[in-house]
Structures are given as C-alpha cells and as structure tokens.
C-alpha cells in the first residue's frame, strides 16, 4: 500500500511538471528562494553528559538552511499549481560525553535532504503589495542523516539513508511588485516531515578494519533476523522564513 501511494504522488508530480512545460509561455512563472528553518516537532538527539549532571540535545534535522526553485502556472489572478525542488543543508547537533574528566566522547548529527514539493497556490489581489498562501506535499527523496565521532585513531562515520519521507508543507508570503514581470517575495512557511530510513551503513572507519555490518530497517521484524531491527522515524519538520526572486512569463 505504501509503494502504491508513493508511486501515485511521485506521478502526480511528474504531471504537474508537465503541465507546467506545456504552459510555460501562458502565465507560468519560475522563482528562487533560500532561508533558514529553526526545529519544529522536536525530538531527543543525544544526552550531553558530565559526571554530575544530564542535558538533553533536542531539535529537528529540518532545522538548518533551505534553498528552492520553484516553476509554477496561475490558471486565473488567484489560483495556481507549483512545483518546488528544494536542498536542505541542516544544523550541525553536537552531542558530548563528558562522564570521565580526563575523556570526552563527541557525536556529530546533521541531516541533508533533497525535496520535491507539489503545491496549491492562493494569491490575493494584485497590487505592489501582493499576500499569498501555498499548501502542498513534501516527499524527500534523497534523505540522509550523518553520525559521525572521534576516538583514538581519528574519525567514524555512520548515515542513516534510503527510503522515501513523506509531509506537507504551508507557507504565507507578501510578494513586492518590482515591475511587470519581475517580484520579491518574502514567506514565512513550516513543514511537517518525519523519515523512516531503510538502513544504517558505517561509511567509513578510520582504524583500518573492516565497516561493520548494515543494519536493515523494517516496520516488522522476526526475532531471529540478523542486522535487522525496527524502523527509527527521524523528525525533519522545521518553521522559519525565507526571501526570493519571481519572474513571471505570459499573463498580466
């Protein structure tokens, strides 16, 4: 069930590009954005640890810098369909172990993903000042989560990866008139996200052994299955703001 609604929400937005092409010189548009998102559905990372005393490091891999390109079609003055493609490059979570004095054990913890965003949009009454508001999905295709630290003999690596997330994302923005076909827009957005990887690899290993075993990740496990165990879900949701370029082609 789950394959079959992926496989129909990524076909609905290889049409929507479609239609998108087609109309290209009928009131379609193309923009540019980047901004920061700060953590939204936080979860637990890690536990920064002294020989006294236990701190949480909370957050979410969505939080961190997020830059996008859209292609989208008004079909009237207030209605339209968009197309967003976006790369997320998140915040680097420190997470540190301080129980013996005399050793500290660091983790690192980013996340990094590639989106694609099919989107309804709502736009007010044209003007020099222009409100609008998007609502969509969000399917992160490429999704990875690094966990990386330092021992004696230097730096291990380990990243969470394959596997499709799913969300959604709504946004309201004032796009700033800067003549007939060109707008700066600036919008205030959030996105539910959540990823359920398919596995964890050792990617690198620096006392020269062997990587250890990739361990698989399913929704339902057999107790005897070796290397496998059940599915994490990674929060990636995050709420922030970002500023962007809009040039329109056809249309008003």
Known sequence: MKT?????????????????????????????????????GSQGIGVNSTSTTDEGVYGSFGEGLNSS???????????????????????????????????EFTQNFKGTAIRIIPAVKVVGSDGKITPYAKFGFVMGIVTKVLREYWVTGGLYQYEYNGGLSMGWMGAFGLDFKMGDKMKLNAELNIINQSYGPDKYENISKADGNPLDPTITFDDEVNSNASNTTLRPHLPFGSFGISIGVIRKFGGK
């Open 69 to 103: 390109l859209q292609a989208g079609y008004m079909f009237s003055q207030h209605f339209g369909a968009e197309l967003g493609f976006s790369y997320l490059v998140g915040k680097l979570f420190v997470v540190k172990d301080k129980t013996i004095p005399e050793y």
């Open 4 to 40: 079959k609604l992926t496989k129909r929400i990524i076909a609905a937005a290889a049409a929507m590009m479609l239609i998108s092409n087609l109309t290209f010189s009928q009131g379609a548009y193309v923009g540019i954005e980047s901004g920061w998102g700060l953590s939204a």
